[in-house]
């Protein structure tokens, strides 16, 4: 057992009333997706579970900053991006989902707005983020950037090689900057 499962296992897991976050995002994406929809993942890197489990209810599609989301089987297709644009026609998409990746926008008004644009009318953008009082959000904040350079992959076990971790600016990791963002954008808003 990994060190990150052995703390899992002791101050969450074990909890009374403790509820498996991805298990309920996943169900909440179906929720407010109907089966078959046109889905763009926002950040789908070269692979992860959310991807699978998206993939065997929709047409996904992809999107990324890293040239590694090429890599990402469950895609139908994938774009590489390098700002906020998004390569796509207005209305091009029933949803947008995004799992523990807008805590690394730099512009997430920029962000929204793209979103924003990209969604058919009626359509739903579904995310997941860390709130930024939480232990993880927190250490992300007082700690520079190269600090998590230097030992964040360390603590997850990943591979010498492996990417280095992402900057988190966690400017879209509150209730209240969620929704005057979601607001500005022409966003309706539903927190979970």
């Given at each position: 057992?990994?060190?990150?499962?052995?703390?899992?296992?002791?101050?969450?897991?074990?909890?009374?009333?403790?509820?498996?976050?991805?298990?309920?995002?996943?169900?909440?994406?179906?929720?407010?997706?109907?089966?078959?929809?046109?889905?763009?993942?926002?950040?789908?890197?070269?692979?992860?579970?959310?991807?699978?489990?998206?993939?065997?209810?929709?047409?996904?599609?992809?999107?990324?900053?890293?040239?590694?989301?090429?890599?990402?089987?469950?895609?139908?297709?994938?774009?590489?991006?390098?700002?906020?644009?998004?390569?796509f026609a207005d209305a091009s998409f029933g949803a947008?989902?995004?799992?523990?990746?807008?805590?690394?926008?730099?512009?997430?008004?920029?962000?929204?707005?793209?979103?924003?644009?990209?969604?058919?009318?009626?359509?739903?953008?579904?995310?997941?983020?860390?709130?930024?009082?939480?232990?993880?959000?927190?250490?992300?904040?007082?700690?520079?950037?190269?600090?998590?350079?230097?030992?964040?992959?360390?603590?997850?076990?990943?591979?010498?090689?492996?990417?280095?971790?992402?900057?988190?600016?966690?400017?879209?990791?509150?209730?209240?900057?969620?929704?005057?963002?979601?607001?500005?954008?022409?966003?309706?808003?539903?927190?979970?």
């Open positions: 057992m990994t060190w990150q499962e052995d703390y899992l296992a002791r101050f969450y897991t074990s909890s009374p009333g403790w509820k498996d976050g991805t298990s309920e995002f996943w169900a909440l994406c179906s929720e407010m997706i109907p089966p078959g929809t046109r889905v763009l993942e926002l950040g789908s890197g070269s692979s992860n579970p959310t991807s699978a489990y998206l993939s065997r209810r929709y047409e996904l599609h992809g999107v990324d900053v890293d040239p590694g989301a090429r890599a990402n089987e469950h895609l139908r297709s994938v774009e590489i991006i390098s700002g906020t644009r998004l390569p947008c989902v995004s799992d523990y990746v807008v805590e690394h926008l730099s512009d997430p008004a920029g962000h929204l707005a793209e979103v924003s644009r990209v969604l058919a009318p009626g359509g739903a953008y579904v995310l997941r983020t860390p709130n930024s009082l939480h232990y993880v959000a927190l250490a992300a904040r007082v700690t520079p950037h190269w600090f998590h350079e230097l030992v964040a992959n360390r603590l997850r076990g990943l591979p010498p090689d492996s990417h280095e971790p992402y900057p988190t600016y966690h400017r879209l990791n509150t209730a209240r900057s969620i929704k005057e963002r979601a607001q500005a954008a022409g966003l309706e808003l539903e927190l979970c």
